[in-house]
């Protein structure tokens, strides 16, 4: 079967990235704040000997150079709108200008090179107006190069005129960025990649829908350059004719469907529904830690669609996009939304690692469905304090009984003054009732004075609060929780060893609350410390927090902690 050749008068095909390339600053799109800078520069003559153009990849650094390079040797200039039809302006273009030296850092790094840059400063242009040094990729440059470069950069010829480009702009040494002009390039909008794109598939002829152009804007994260790589991939795949679907099968994106399903597994809190999403990507094949990523930046943009309630440019998504965000996150809180934006980044960056990227990623969903059921702390405060003129513990859900707080330095009763009906037992599942246990009261006595005197104060204080039960070669502690770390050191086990002469084995026991050590105090005695103390106390903020928590609670006695 014969094939047609190739026409060799055929113009050979550029990658839109290039056959588009703005050779004008009115061209420029993203950066006003770097072309009205430049373009006032120009117009006031007071052009610097040096530039750093530092910013992401693809928004215009080299672009920008390459038109300041043009409007300063353009016959008709220094001017901000060059002719287009002079030399100069023809083959800086092209790359091939005389007097317009591109310079690949990446490449040509080392001092040798410095050098030889150094000793062509010094002779004048030979065509052009100015010589133009256009160093790329700068920051790969080295030190001993660059402090090869640093008298040249501080004092050039009146015609040198230095421009480096970089993404990284730490990079550059503080003597170098001392002695030229900085800019900082910005990641271009999204509405406005988009508006260009479309305008390029005008010009080419080529039909896209708005959800095609959206996603590849988004595939280039504010990079033209990366919007227009993708554009030309897109073309290549699908032809004249771009849609959506197409686009981000292309690409390996995932639509709101794909995302969307564990929103709708958080919605009915489904932990199976959360490991068929997983199972699902398996059997495709899809990549998990791109998921991960994409499922962090779909709850970004819910958080931020919750918050804000309307269309907004904070959102890198088209109109119909953002209004099924907006129904989406109305399902849910901004607390909701905070918390499995946070746990969905803490994922990602384990799954970076990860040599079981299924395991992590179904324990990374199944963490989402348990946050989900997390209760309020507003809440559970309120369950609380109607629950304080219960005797029996609030039942709080996903959770057991409420425990009882630590005591403040102002005691608070649980019953009022008048005599308090009798409360109901509390039920047997509920709070275990402990057996009541030998009568070891020596031994306790002398095991918190051995404390004391060994300067363990809060070991001491734990045993005072404890029940001690001795059986045999074990010594038990029946004690609440706020005093079982402190009987849970060596401290303890020394003593005894030291009051009993042999090593003894211990074990700590936590109940709900611990034995009283003394008889509760008479409801209908006065208030110990005095009317001025109980005064200061009640007008206390905390004190009046705590008895709005705790209705019907009163004041037993004061006490001075710095007495």
Not at 423 to 447: D, F, H, I, M, Y
């Amino acid at each position: 079967m014969a094939t047609s050749a190739p026409d060799p008068a055929a113009k050979p095909y550029q990658v839109s990235a290039r056959k588009f390339r703005p050779h004008e600053f009115s061209g420029i799109i993203g950066q006003e704040h770097v072309r009205a800078t430049l373009e006032n520069a120009i117009k006031q003559g007071r052009v610097a000997h040096g530039y750093i153009l530092s910013g992401q990849r693809g928004t215009g650094k080299t672009t920008i150079a390459r038109i300041l390079a043009r409007c300063l040797n353009c016959v008709e200039g220094p001017t901000i709108t060059p002719c287009g039809k002079c030399s100069s302006c023809l083959e800086i273009p092209q790359g091939n200008a005389p007097d317009v030296i591109e310079i690949d850092a990446a490449s040509n790094r080392g001092i040798n090179e410095m050098r030889e840059l150094r000793e062509n400063v010094r002779y004048h242009p030979s065509r052009d107006r100015y010589k133009v040094f256009i160093i790329d990729e700068a920051h790969q440059i080295t030190s001993e190069a660059f402090n090869a470069l640093l008298k040249t950069l501080e004092e050039p010829p009146e015609w040198a005129v230095f421009l480096l480009c970089t993404t990284e702009s730490h990079k550059i040494p503080a003597t170098i960025a001392s002695r030229c002009q900085q800019f900082s390039f910005r990641s271009v909008d999204f509405q406005q990649v988009v508006n260009h794109m479309a305008w390029i598939c005008q010009q080419e002829g080529i039909e896209a829908d708005a959800e095609a152009l959206a996603v590849l804007a988004q595939a280039g994260e504010g990079s033209v350059r990366d919007s227009l790589s993708a554009l030309d991939q897109a073309i290549a795949c699908c032809g004249n004719k771009l849609t959506g679907p197409d686009v981000r099968g292309l690409l390996g994106m995932f639509s709101l469907e794909s995302l969307g399903a564990v929103t709708a597994a958080l919605e009915s809190s489904s932990a199976t529904s959360m490991l068929e999403i997983v199972q699902e990507l398996e059997s495709t094949g899809r990549n998990l830690q791109h998921y991960c990523r994409e499922l962090s930046r779909y709850f970004r943009n819910l958080l931020v669609a919750r918050i804000a309630g309307e269309p907004t440019r904070l959102i890198a998504a088209g109109p119909p996009e953002q209004e099924r965000l907006r129904e989406t996150a109305a399902k849910f809180t901004e607390d909701d939304l905070t918390r499995w934006l946070q746990l969905t980044i803490d994922l990602y960056s384990q799954m970076q690692y990860s040599l079981q990227p299924r395991l992590h990623l179904e324990l990374g969903l199944l963490r989402l469905v348990h946050a989900g059921r997390l209760q309020p702390i507003e809440e559970l405060i309120r369950e609380l304090g109607s629950a304080g003129s219960r005797s029996a513990p609030a039942e709080i859900s996903g959770g057991g009984p409420l425990r009882p707080a630590a005591k403040p330095a102002v005691a608070l009763a649980s019953a009022p003054r008048t005599t308090p009906a009798p409360a109901a037992s509390p039920r047997p599942e509920t709070v275990a009732e402990p057996a009541p246990p030998a009568a070891t009261g020596s031994l306790k006595e002398r095991l918190a004075s051995e404390l004391r005197q060994q300067k363990k104060a809060f070991a001491a204080d734990a045993v005072e609060h404890a029940e001690v039960v001795e059986n045999g070669a074990l010594i038990e502690f029946l004690v609440s929780r706020q005093h079982m770390l402190s009987l849970r050191g060596p401290e303890v086990a020394q003593g005894l060893e030291k009051l009993l002469g042999r090593q003894i084995k211990t074990k700590i026991t936590i109940i709900e609350s611990a034995p009283p050590v003394a008889p509760p105090p008479d409801p209908q005695a006065p208030v110990q410390g005095g009317e001025e103390a109980l005064k200061r106390a009640l007008e206390h903020p905390e004190v009046r927090r705590a008895q709005e928590l705790f209705p019907g609670s009163t004041v037993r006695s004061v006490r001075d902690l710095k007495e």
